[in-house]
């Protein structure tokens, strides 16, 4: 997730992309340019934040009342000068911001360097000005528009040539882009917050819109060139607002960007019916000389790996665990070159989890780091990366990540089945059409919130609270219970169902709360008798169940419905109202939901 910016008028242009990037940081600050048309086309970026491009551009004088601005958050090529945005086509005479990802830019830079063009970056973007300019014949909203037409993945662009100094094109695929209506001025960014301050009128602009943009006017235009409607609507929210998309903390707008997460780690992963992931470097050889695999990480990552170790059992039948890295990494873990590490953080700078990778692979341990941020330090060390691409996390208490995390870990162990020959057809097949359905079930429950909130205003007084499961659903115990804590600050434990009675079960009174996570289908019958052995103490139970698992009705005080999802891919969206109830636990509270005390979002210390 990126956030770019762009303005003509009759201002200079500098500023005003400055300050829009500025109220962007939040979806992207690896690295930031601005490319404007005055004398000349002038481009000046750097790796690092906003702040950083300023001083970089505190020595320099650049006039102009066009422009475009960029902050980054990477996803091909490690944050740096070069594959900062803007991107210059070969003859520097178009430039182009971006954000998303372009699927087929291999193919298209392949094709391009056969043509004899030369490339700068490393980055999927860099393929857009080019292939432009391939098209270009003195009108850039045609070249634009054949040139996009190419591209597979998702982009939100705005390009500027400098034989056109009275207008810039942007065009609309996926990633999210509104226009800003001023007078004798236009304005266009990746969302509203950095429009705000100059204009309240703002088109959002449609999947398929390519709009061509003037100082006095804006012409919008499908793909075929005919020039469509769009609604100016009237936007009064305070920029603060703005940021937070209109909800009330970042943790519930990132768990309600979970279906759009959930889409873009899938990206390139599921084609058809097939399951592939490009980036992953094991030979069928290598992997066969795999005979255990570990996960190690921290906290929310951590449960990720719990379910990671499930599935690795399952389906490439290699003894598998999940381990605490702090504890992991002050054992003497018997690893050699046939023990495979998956590393998961989503900071990639947690200094337990790099602790942990360093020991593994001193003792000979292929690595294979599961992250989010490009260009953090678990994936410059471990052998293979495999980015999740869920965008800059803001809260402290992780909820995208984990759902990015437990999808991609899924598809590699798919995948790795698929390689060693262990996963039929037919079950890859269905397995894609089960992914492709996520986006709609995480949907699902999201829209239902309002299920949950009230389920929460009915648990005042709750002081404790436990989570049991079993097998996917125990993982997910875990995960439900660590957010409860984090940001309510009430005391919640996650347990295996089975394990109740050998202890647990003393504690609980009326006063308990439990939730019962039931969704495992082959335990189905199990977790509901420990349910039953929680009512007969009198604790209050909510469970999490399939939809059609209605005999649960008779036992449990509430039931939360989940939409039927294969058992090995429902931790993806079944996590989702675990995390809606401890964000409306501590709402209910008041509490500060997107910095909980004494936590910190990336614990670089030990
Ligand atoms: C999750 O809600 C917490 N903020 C914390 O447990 C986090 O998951 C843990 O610190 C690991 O961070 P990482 O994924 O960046 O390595």
Same mark, same amino acid.
């Given at each position: 997730?990126?956030?770019?910016? @762009?303005?003509?008028?009759?201002?200079?242009?500098?500023?005003?992309?400055?300050?829009?990037?500025?109220?962007?940081? &939040?979806?992207?600050?690896?690295?930031?340019?601005?490319?404007?048309?005055?004398? %000349?086309?002038?481009?000046?970026?750097?790796?690092?934040?906003?702040?950083?491009?300023?001083?970089?551009?505190?020595?320099?004088?650049?006039?102009?009342?066009?422009?475009?601005?960029?902050?980054?958050?990477?996803?091909?090529?490690?944050?740096?000068?070069?594959?900062?945005?803007?991107?210059?086509?070969?003859?520097?005479?178009?430039?182009?911001?971006?954000?998303?990802?372009?699927?087929? &830019?291999?193919?298209?830079?392949?094709?391009?360097?056969?043509?004899?063009?030369?490339?700068?970056? !490393?980055?999927?973007?860099?393929?857009?000005?080019?292939?432009?300019?391939?098209?270009?014949?003195?009108?850039?909203?045609?070249? =634009?528009?054949?040139?996009?037409?190419?591209?597979?993945?998702?982009?939100?662009?705005?390009?500027?040539?400098?034989?056109?100094?009275?207008?810039?094109?942007?065009?609309? *695929?996926?990633?999210?882009? =509104?226009?800003?209506?001023?007078?004798?001025?236009?304005? +266009?960014?990746? %969302?509203?917050?950095?429009?705000?301050?100059?204009?309240?009128?703002?088109?959002?602009?449609?999947?398929?819109?390519?709009?061509?943009?003037?100082?006095?006017?804006?012409?919008?235009?499908?793909?075929?060139?005919?020039?469509?409607?769009?609604?100016?609507?009237?936007?009064?929210?305070?920029?603060?607002?703005?940021?937070?998309? @209109?909800?009330?903390?970042?943790?519930?707008?990132?768990?309600?960007?979970?279906?759009?997460?959930?889409?873009?780690?899938?990206?390139?992963?599921?084609?058809?019916?097939?399951?592939?992931?490009?980036?992953?470097?094991?030979?069928?050889?290598?992997?066969?000389?795999?005979?255990?695999? &570990?996960?190690?990480?921290?906290?929310?990552?951590?449960?990720?790996?719990?379910?990671?170790?499930?599935?690795?059992?399952?389906?490439?039948?290699?003894?598998?665990?999940?381990?605490?890295?702090?504890?992991?990494?002050?054992?003497?873990?018997?690893?050699?070159?046939?023990?495979?590490?998956?590393?998961?953080?989503?900071?990639?700078?947690?200094?337990?989890?790099?602790?942990?990778?360093?020991?593994?692979?001193?003792?000979?341990?292929?690595?294979?780091?599961?992250?989010?941020?490009?260009?953090?330090?678990?994936?410059?060390?471990?052998?293979? =990366?495999?980015?999740?691409?869920?965008?800059?996390?803001?809260?402290?208490?992780?909820?995208?990540?984990?759902?990015?995390?437990?999808? +991609?870990?899924?598809?590699?162990?798919?995948?790795?089945?698929?390689?060693?020959?262990?996963? !039929?057809?037919?079950?890859?097949?269905?397995?894609?059409?089960?992914?492709?359905?996520?986006?709609?079930?995480?949907?699902?429950?999201?829209?239902?919130?309002?299920?949950?909130?009230?389920?929460?205003?009915?648990?005042?007084?709750?002081?404790?609270?436990?989570?049991?499961?079993?097998?996917?659903?125990?993982?997910?115990?875990?995960?439900?219970?660590?957010?409860?804590?984090?940001?309510?600050?009430?005391?919640?434990?996650?347990?295996?169902?089975?394990?109740?009675?050998?202890?647990?079960?003393?504690?609980?009174?009326?006063?308990?709360?439990?939730?019962?996570?039931?969704?495992?289908?082959?335990?189905?019958?199990?977790?509901?008798?420990?349910? *039953?052995? +929680?009512?007969?103490?009198?604790?209050?139970?909510?469970?999490?169940?399939? !939809?059609?698992?209605?005999?649960?009705?008779?036992?449990?005080?509430? =039931?939360?419905? +989940?939409?039927?999802?294969?058992?090995?891919?429902?931790?993806?969206?079944?996590?989702?109202?675990?995390?809606?109830?401890?964000? &409306?636990?501590?709402?209910?509270?008041?509490?500060?939901?997107?910095?909980?005390?004494?936590?910190?979002?990336?614990?670089?210390?030990?």
């Amino acid at each position: 997730m990126c956030g770019i910016v @762009g303005y003509i008028g009759d201002k200079e242009a500098l500023p005003i992309l400055i300050d829009g990037l500025k109220k962007l940081e &939040y979806r992207g600050y690896d690295s930031a340019g601005i490319a404007i048309i005055g004398k %000349d086309l002038t481009v000046v970026k750097t790796q690092g934040r906003i702040s950083d491009l300023e001083k970089k551009l505190s020595t320099e004088e650049i006039q102009g009342t066009i422009g475009i601005g960029h902050t980054r958050w990477a996803t091909h090529g490690i944050p740096n000068d070069i594959n900062a945005h803007p991107h210059f086509s070969e003859s520097k005479n178009i430039v182009v911001v971006h954000n998303g990802i372009i699927e087929n &830019y291999i193919e298209i830079k392949k094709m391009l360097i056969k043509e004899g063009k030369v490339f700068r970056s !490393e980055t999927d973007t860099e393929v857009i000005p080019y292939l432009i300019e391939e098209f270009y014949e003195g009108d850039l909203l045609k070249a =634009v528009n054949k040139a996009t037409d190419l591209l597979e993945g998702s982009y939100a662009i705005a390009v500027m040539s400098k034989n056109e100094r009275d207008r810039f094109i942007v065009v609309r *695929k996926d990633s999210p882009l =509104v226009l800003g209506v001023g007078d004798h001025e236009n304005f +266009v960014a990746s %969302d509203i917050p950095a429009l705000l301050q100059y204009t309240k009128d703002i088109i959002i602009l449609e999947n398929g819109d390519i709009a061509d943009i003037h100082k006095d006017s804006y012409t919008i235009y499908d793909r075929d060139l005919k020039p469509i409607r769009r609604n100016i609507q009237r936007i009064d929210w305070k920029i603060e607002d703005a940021q937070k998309g @209109g909800f009330k903390h970042f943790m519930l707008k990132e768990i309600f960007e979970e279906p759009n997460v959930i889409k873009e780690a899938m990206r390139g992963r599921i084609k058809g019916d097939s399951i592939e992931i490009p980036e992953l470097k094991l030979t069928k050889e290598e992997l066969s000389s795999i005979n255990q695999v &570990y996960f190690v990480a921290c906290g929310t990552a951590y449960h990720a790996g719990l379910v990671g170790r499930y599935l690795v059992e399952k389906y490439l039948k290699i003894p598998s665990t999940a381990e605490v890295a702090s504890e992991f990494r002050y054992r003497d873990p018997v690893i050699d070159k046939h023990t495979l590490l998956f590393v998961v953080s989503q900071s990639g700078e947690t200094a337990d989890t790099l602790a942990a990778l360093r020991l593994g692979k001193a003792k000979g341990a292929k690595t294979i780091g599961i992250v989010n941020v490009v260009g953090s330090s678990v994936s410059r060390e471990v052998d293979n =990366v495999i980015y999740i691409h869920a965008g800059p996390e803001i809260a402290v208490a992780s909820t995208k990540a984990y759902v990015a995390q437990v999808e +991609v870990i899924a598809l590699i162990v798919l995948y790795m089945a698929k390689i060693l020959g262990c996963l !039929e057809t037919e079950e890859e097949k269905h397995l894609a059409k089960e992914f492709n359905a996520l986006y709609d079930r995480a949907n699902n429950i999201i829209q239902r919130c309002g299920e949950i909130a009230d389920f929460v205003s009915t648990t005042k007084n709750i002081e404790e609270t436990f989570y049991i499961g079993r097998n996917l659903d125990f993982a997910l115990s875990l995960e439900g219970a660590l957010k409860l804590k984090e940001i309510s600050y009430i005391h919640a434990e996650g347990y295996p169902a089975g394990e109740l009675k050998h202890g647990p079960l003393a504690l609980i009174t009326p006063n308990s709360l439990v939730i019962a996570i039931n969704t495992y289908k082959p335990l189905r019958e199990k977790t509901l008798s420990n349910i *039953k052995e +929680v009512k007969a103490r009198g604790g209050k139970v909510l469970a999490i169940a399939e !939809e059609g698992n209605s005999n649960i009705e008779e036992v449990a005080d509430r =039931v939360f419905y +989940v939409p039927k999802t294969r058992d090995d891919l429902a931790p993806i969206v079944n996590i989702i109202p675990l995390q809606l109830i401890a964000y &409306y636990m501590a709402e209910t509270r008041g509490l500060d939901i997107d910095k909980p005390r004494n936590l910190a979002k990336s614990v670089t210390v030990e």
